[in-house]
């Protein structure tokens, strides 16, 4: 009896404990009927739109090397904001923070939304940088290539 007593019993805490770590908790974010909670839904929104963002970082890298190739000046301010929105990217990521679990989810969720309008002011950033960078290569193709025309 002693021996299955001995055996046994750290077979039953091991189980015990991963029934406890598989449970959720106020902070845990996921709740009791899989929905995520208010401030990981914030969260997930949030990363969403910072990977969309960061897919466009390669056209943002593209544009800016086409248009460094235009050696003239008409081309600077475009290669500007350019940077400017790049630059605005990589000081979001740096100053973001996520809040630790200790954190209330009131706490996590205001932080979340706050990041959103950050992160909502670079978008534009890269948006409008993004238009009108295309729109001056487009309107001014580099020497030797033909501007699109368009068929109507």
């Known amino acids: 009896m002693k021996t299955y007593c001995k055996?046994?019993?750290?077979?039953v805490l091991a189980a015990s404990l991963a029934c406890l770590a598989a449970c959720s908790?106020?902070?845990k974010p996921v709740s009791e009927n899989g929905?995520?909670?208010?401030?990981?839904?914030?969260?997930?929104a949030?990363?969403?739109k910072h990977d969309s963002l960061m897919a466009q970082t390669d056209q943002v890298m593209g544009l800016k090397s086409k248009l460094s190739g235009y050696h003239t000046e008409a081309a600077a301010p475009y290669i500007r904001g350019l940077q400017a929105a790049d630059n605005a990217m990589m000081g979001w990521?740096?100053?973001y923070k996520a809040p630790d679990?200790?954190?209330?989810?009131?706490?996590?969720l205001a932080y979340f939304q706050q990041q959103q309008?950050?992160?909502?002011?670079?978008?534009?950033?890269?948006?409008?940088?993004?238009?009108?960078?295309?729109?001056?290569?487009?309107?001014h193709p580099p020497a030797g290539e033909v501007a699109p025309t368009s068929s109507k």
């Open 25 to 27: 908790s106020p902070n």
């Open 101 to 108: 679990s200790t954190a209330t989810p009131e706490a996590r």
């Open 117 to 139: 309008e950050k992160l909502k002011a670079v978008q534009g950033r890269f948006r409008s940088s993004l238009d009108s960078a295309t729109s001056f290569v487009t309107q």
């Open 35 to 44: 929905a995520p909670s208010p401030a990981t839904a914030a969260e997930i």
């Open 46 to 48: 949030l990363m969403s």
């Open 93 to 95: 990521m740096h100053q």
């Open 7 to 11: 055996t046994s019993l750290p077979a």
